[in-house]
């Protein structure tokens, strides 16, 4: 949204995440005057009712959740992204997940993430906005079949890698290079 506004166009942006190494575009954004950010990890949650914004001016919004519901509670004409996860598996089947780096073989429960797995052997595993969106969870995968369910990777992708907060195994393996 930003390279798209208009050269004389005045704006600001909160940019809000974990931690700055899960923050996709930070090294494009860092060094303007008009980016704030606000990494979880290091300064806890943005404190949304000290901004002041213009009374004209238009305030989009993306993210999780609750961080949807305290702008959309501090800036009722804020304009909302919701993003939602595909849901064209129900997730119900349990599978083997091979960490070929590690060594490890974990089992991902059904209706439980690739992420959740991993980063409970894993916990640095890096990850933000965990709805597919974003790309900081991709992983590249090494055998096995893919039921892709982002809305991100191309088919190039695709065919190498996964993003592990919400794609899953199609059949009873995968082998991930983690």
């Not at 190039?156 to 899953?168: F, G, H, K, Q």
Request: hydrophobic residues 40%; negative net charge; aromatic residues 6%.
């Amino acid at each position: 949204m930003v390279r798209s506004l208009p050269e004389n166009m005045p704006w600001r942006l909160l940019y809000c995440g974990r931690s700055r190494a899960s923050m996709p575009f930070l090294g494009e954004l860092a060094g303007d005057e008009r980016v704030t950010v606000v990494a979880e990890d290091e300064n806890g949650r943005p404190d949304l009712d000290a901004l002041t914004v213009p009374e004209d001016a238009a305030v989009y919004c993306c993210g999780p959740q609750g961080l949807m519901a305290a702008v959309e509670e501090c800036f009722p004409a804020a304009r909302l992204e919701r993003f939602a996860p595909r849901t064209d598996t129900d997730g119900n089947h349990a599978f083997e997940l091979e960490l070929r780096c590690s060594g490890r073989v974990l089992t991902v429960p059904a209706g439980s993430s690739v992420l959740a797995a991993v980063r409970a052997e894993l916990p640095d595993t890096p990850y933000s906005c965990a709805q597919g969106f974003c790309g900081t969870c991709q992983q590249r995968v090494l055998e096995g079949e893919v039921e892709h369910q982002d809305e991100l990777l191309t088919d190039t992708e695709r065919a190498d890698s996964m993003l592990i907060c919400v794609s899953r195994a199609r059949s009873g393996r995968i082998v991930l290079d983690l």
